[in-house]
């Protein structure tokens, strides 16, 4: 027989997904404007050469003219591409972040939720606060449980 209480369940990142959210659309934001600066920069470069080659008299159809133009359909093709896959990266490694952040507040919050509501503790043992080893803020658990531990006395 399958024991269900030890399979793993799916990791929910979304533990306070107003912040975790926010983290997200800023963190793509800034993705977006810097991929849209570089090509509003690129775009006056290829401007600037297509005035050069009409300066030096080339024709609109000469291979000058083609090749700033096949160029310029390589960079817009390539950003498109980068900016989302770059988007999509940012997104992933902002949400894996913003996880180890949030998960010890998520901790700290059932910790005492359920300490207050007596499902923790004892009447001669109050429970160890813990946090994941990959977690921001670990080093909060131990001034804790000290004081929780200085409160019993």
């Not at 000058?64 to 950003?79: D, P």
């Not at 910790?111 to 503790?121: D, N, V």
Request: proline fraction near 4%.
């Amino acid at each position: 027989m399958i024991n269900y209480r030890n399979l793993r369940r799916p990791k929910n990142y979304l533990l306070f997904p107003g912040i975790q959210l926010t983290l997200m659309l800023s963190g793509w934001l800034v993705s977006m404007c810097t991929f849209l600066l570089i090509w509003w920069r690129v775009q006056g470069t290829f401007k600037y050469l297509k005035e050069m080659g009409e300066q030096l008299g080339f024709r609109p159809t000469s291979a000058y003219f083609r090749m700033i133009e096949g160029q310029q359909n390589l960079f817009n093709h390539n950003i498109v591409l980068f900016g989302i896959i770059g988007s999509l990266l940012s997104g992933v490694v902002v949400l894996i972040l913003s996880h180890r952040i949030v998960g010890p507040i998520y901790r700290l919050k059932t910790f005492f939720i359920e300490l207050s509501s007596g499902q923790k503790s004892s009447q001669d043992s109050i429970p160890q606060l813990q946090f994941r080893d990959n977690d921001y803020f670990k080093d909060l658990a131990m001034p804790i449980n000290k004081a929780l531990s200085m409160l019993k006395k």
